[in-house]
C-alpha cells in the first residue's frame, strides 16, 4: 500500500478557528526587512571580533550622550543595536538567525505549495522547519504532532538532511521548553545533544545544549520525583561533562537527597567530591560538617 493511502488529511495549524497562542521565550527575535547584520554595518561572513568592534564603534555613535538634540532616535538606535548585536554575538543565536534569513526566500508561496501536498511527508517535514525557523514553535509542534498522529512511525529523520534534522530537534526542544513540557523538551534536546556529542559535524549548539540539559535534569525534571529517579536525573546532568561549579551544585543536591535517606556516608562523599571540583564554595564545608556530626 503507497503511502499517501494510509494518511488521512487533518487540518492544519490555525484552522480550527481557536486562537493561537503567543510564542514565547524564543532564542531569535522575528526579523525585519533589515537584518541585523546590516544594522550592525558588518558583512555576514564577519568574524565574532569584527562584529564587536562594529558594535563598540556604533555604540559610541549612537549614545544618548552624543545625540542630545535627538534623544528618542538614538535610544532607539541602541535599541536596534544591542539587540542586533545580542543575536549575532551568541554562537548559538546566529547559526539559527543565519538559518532564519535564507527562509526569506521561501515565503507565502513556499508555504502553500507545501501545505498542498498534505500527504506528502517530505513536504510537511519542511513545513514544519520553516515554521520553527520563523519562531511560529505553536504552529510547528501543532502540524509535528498531527503528522505523528497520522503515522505511528512518523520521524522528521527520514525527511530532512542532517542539518536541518539538527535544527529542528534543538527548536522542538526549544518550542516544548516554552510551553513547560520539560520531559519533552529534554527528549528533543539529549537527542540533538547525543547527534553533536557523537557526530563527525561541527557543534553548533553542544554547550547551550548541555545548558539547557543541565537546568532541565537538574531543576525541572526533579521536582516531585521520589529520591532514587531524582538522583538519576543528578548523575544524567553530571555526565554531560557539566563545568566545575555547576557540577558541585549537583553534588550538594546529591547530598542532600542521600542525607535524606539515611545514607549519611554517601552524603559525606558527595560533598567531598563538590569540595574537590569548589573548594572555595563555602556551604559544601558547613553541610559536610553538619551531616558528619549527627
Known sequence: MQEAEVLRP???PGETGQPRRSDENRTVSTISQTTYY?????????????????FRRLAKDYHPDR???RTRWAEAKMREILEAYRILS???DRVLYDRKLRTRATGVPFVQRMRQKQNDLAAQSKLVLHYLLKGEFDRAVEL???LSM?????TLADHLDDRDYLDSLFLLGEAYEGQRKWRTAARY???????????PRKRYFFEELKDRLRVLFSQRLVRGLAPEDALKNYRRALSLG????????????????????????EAVRALERAKSLCPGMKSIEVMRQKIAGH
Do not use: C, M
Not at 150 to 154: E, G, L, N, Q
Not at 192 to 199: H, L, N
Open 189 to 199: 534536546y539529549w537527542e540533538a545533544y547525543e547527534r553533536e556529542r557523537t557526530g
Open 90 to 92: 551568541s554562537r548559538t
Open 67 to 69: 545625540n542630545r538634540e
Open 242 to 265: 557539566i563545568g566545575s561549579r555547576n557540577a558541585a551544585l549537583i553534588y550538594k543536591k546529591i547530598a542532600t537527597v542521600h542525607n535524606r535517606l539515611g545514607r549519611r556516608d
Open 144 to 146: 509535528h504532532e498531527t
Open 38 to 54: 546590516e544594522i550592525l554595518r558588518v558583512a555576514q561572513t564577519a568574524s565574532p571580533e569584527a562584529i564587536q568592534a562594529s
Open 150 to 154: 497520522r503515522k505511528v512511525t512518523f
Open 10 to 12: 487533518l487540518p492544519f
